[in-house]
């Protein structure tokens, strides 16, 4: 565990706490609360004793049968039997499950850079090594570069699409030659999909489990806490080969015993919502985006940003010689404006810094962006 990174978050939270004032552009969640339909559930919770008791290790089957249908609906996944669902605390969860499922002591997993930091030190919890790949100069996924770190050992490739900590959409075409790929070499792709509803400009997101030919070779991954606010009640669930599915069930029966039930029932009512209720506030964070961005336009002698058209992340290339843990920390308590660094996300060449605008409504983020672009200035010119 001393080889593990330690989690970044609760590193720069004690920083902002300490800094009264700060704005955070730093932990990814959303500015709005739960659907209405969940929170009435939780008094359906309430009015059966049973449900303070254990229920079962998969999940509760009117849950099952709501994820069933959305997966159909909007991510053309067939539920074929080749292929089963299982709810777990959280997409975390889900990846921690698929992780241990599928590999021994020493197995490897390609992850792309920069990576999502908790995928990382999961794979490094399990007795794992995780192989970076480099993306491109945009972000996007080198389908060659993957290939070419293919080993033996190798259990499983990784994708996140909608991206953190970048924001990037991967395009079809990549996804599914990734897809093949994994196919082709007898590995698995993890594909995590929690931002499967936030995307702008047009920008569609795919599920790669609706390829031809994929339920064998494909874990998928998805959360309810961003697209229905309820980050806190832990709930997500994942679709895995039917072939892994006795081993996801020992290892969430150690670990969880079930999901939570309470959090079960928040799940049916936001699935009875549905994604309207995300996309309702979606123009709320768009606009917010738009905000961001068109704010950032000042510091283009300073740094670089790649195209994004997902989730609620921006990921900048910072031009100083500066350790970007020093930079975020001098942005925090100089100029209270939290951001996160990008070495935590495997990005160690160069000063990278993720910020998210998810969770500020449009006042706040105006007031957090001048800090940022009027703070990250007077740092980066005193130092020329």
């Not at 599928?102 to 007795?127: K, R, W």
């Not at 009875?272 to 985006?289: D, P």
Request: hydrophobic share 40%; with cysteine.
């Amino acid at each position: 565990m001393q080889g593990v990174q330690s989690p970044i978050i609760p590193i720069v939270g004690e920083w902002i706490r300490t800094t009264p004032g700060t704005i955070s552009l730093g932990q990814g969640v959303v500015y709005y609360s739960p659907p209405p339909e969940a929170i009435e559930q939780i008094s359906q919770f309430l009015a059966q004793p049973n449900n303070h008791r254990y229920q079962g290790v998969r999940g509760m089957p009117p849950l099952l049968d709501a994820i069933e249908k959305k997966l159909v609906a909007e991510n053309g996944i067939e539920m074929n039997g080749d292929n089963a669902i299982v709810v777990t605390g959280g997409s975390n969860m889900a990846f921690m499950n698929g992780v241990l499922a599928i590999t021994q002591p020493g197995d490897e997993i390609i992850l792309s850079v920069p990576y999502y930091f908790n995928h990382e030190m999961a794979i490094a919890i399990a007795g794992c090594r995780s192989i970076l790949v480099p993306t491109d100069e945009n972000y996007q996924l080198r389908p060659q570069a993957i290939a070419d770190a293919i080993t033996p050992k190798t259990k499983a490739v990784v994708t996140i699409s909608p991206n953190n900590p970048t924001g990037v959409v991967y395009p079809e075409a990549l996804l599914a030659a990734v897809n093949q790929l994994c196919r082709d070499r007898g590995i698995y792709h993890i594909t995590d999909e929690a931002y499967e509803y936030f995307t702008y400009n047009n920008a569609r997101h795919i599920s790669p489990a609706s390829f031809p030919h994929s339920s064998n070779h494909t874990i998928s991954l998805f959360s309810l806490s961003k697209a229905y606010g309820f980050a806190s009640w832990r709930i997500g669930y994942m679709v895995v080969p039917q072939h892994l599915l006795d081993a996801v069930k020992k290892i969430q029966d150690t670990i969880l015993i079930c999901p939570p039930v309470i959090s079960q029932y928040a799940a049916i009512g936001a699935l009875q919502a549905g994604k309207a209720y995300c996309k309702e506030h979606l123009g709320a964070i768009a606009s917010v985006r738009e905000q961001v961005l068109n704010s950032l336009q000042p510091l283009k002698e300073y740094c670089t940003l790649a195209p994004t058209d997902g989730a609620f992340y921006l990921f900048l290339k910072i031009y100083t010689p500066l350790d970007p843990l020093k930079l975020v920390e001098r942005l925090i308590c100089e100029h209270r404006v939290a951001v996160i660094p990008g070495t935590t996300f495997g990005q160690t060449q160069g000063c990278y810094l993720r910020l998210a605008y998810g969770a500020l409504q449009k006042e706040t983020a105006a007031e957090g962006i001048e800090r940022f672009v009027r703070g990250l200035t007077e740092i980066l010119s005193n130092l020329s």
